[in-house]
């Protein structure tokens, strides 16, 4: 068994709300110099910069979980994660099918950019990534576990866009076992104001909109880097 320092949760330039500096070598170098052994990119309702992240990490020693930060029908934020690629671009297209067609008003919300393995630009994705698909949650966690995923409702507690105040709690057929909170949230003040909490196993990730929310809060034992023991070694440690 080996100890990895892990980030789950992190958005690069094609996530509107980030800042510019989260192109791949500057998030690469920020995990390096933080020590972390495994990072997740998850921009909302794409992968499009994942295969750059994936380039920029070669030879790094970084593992690179492909991810998404999926938007629900409930206007729920998910993190989705896998072992490959491919299996995120099989997600990709099917959360495609399900987001409204809705342009980015780039002077509102930020451009949304893909970008090589170095930051160069690629292009703008002129869809707005940021809204809400019409995957209903409990749809989209099946897709994810069918394609051998592993779905984590995120910042579970925040009034926008978190599982439990959209829902006013966690439904018994969602079968839940892991959810994220926000990294500066109490979990004893959490589990005082969510009850559905306390028998589910919680991480904390940065969330990561700029460098420095790159925070790799979670240390995990695991014989091997994939998905399934990713989510055994949560299931043991939390």
């Known amino acids: 068994m080996k100890s990895y320092r892990v980030e789950l949760h992190i958005h690069s330039v094609l996530s509107a709300c980030a800042s510019l500096e989260m192109i791949p070598p500057f998030i690469i170098e920020k995990a390096l110099a933080s020590r972390i052994d495994i990072l997740a990119l ?3 309702n794409s992968g499009a910069n994942v295969p750059a992240l994936l380039a920029a990490a070669e030879g790094t020693g970084i593992t690179i979980l492909p991810g998404m ?8 934020h998910a993190i989705c994660l896998f072992d490959t690629l491919t299996q995120l671009q099989v997600f990709e297209k099917i959360v495609n099918s399900n987001l409204p067609n809705y342009r980015n ?13 170095d930051g160069n630009f690629i292009k703008k994705d002129e869809r707005l990534l940021s809204t809400a698909t019409r995957l209903p949650i409990i749809e989209a966690k099946n897709i994810v576990l069918e394609l051998g995923g592993l779905f984590i409702p995120a910042h579970v507690e925040r009034e926008e866009n978190g599982l439990l105040p959209r829902l006013g709690g966690i439904p018994p057929e969602m079968e ?5 909170v926000s990294h500066y949230k109490s979990v004893p003040d959490l589990l005082w104001l ?13 969330d990561a909109h700029d460098l420095d929310g790159i925070l790799g809060l979670t240390q995990l034992q695991m014989s091997e880097v994939d998905i399934a023991n990713l989510k055994k070694a949560i299931l043991e440690q939390t």
């Open 42 to 44: 998850t921009d909302h």
């Open 69 to 76: 930060e999926l938007a629900t029908a409930e206007e729920i």
């Open 105 to 117: 008003n780039e002077t509102f919300f930020g451009a949304q950019l893909v970008v090589d393995k």
């Open 176 to 180: 839940l076992s892991i959810v994220e």
């Open 194 to 206: 969510w009850s559905d909490l306390k028998d589910l196993h919680i991480i904390k990730n940065g």
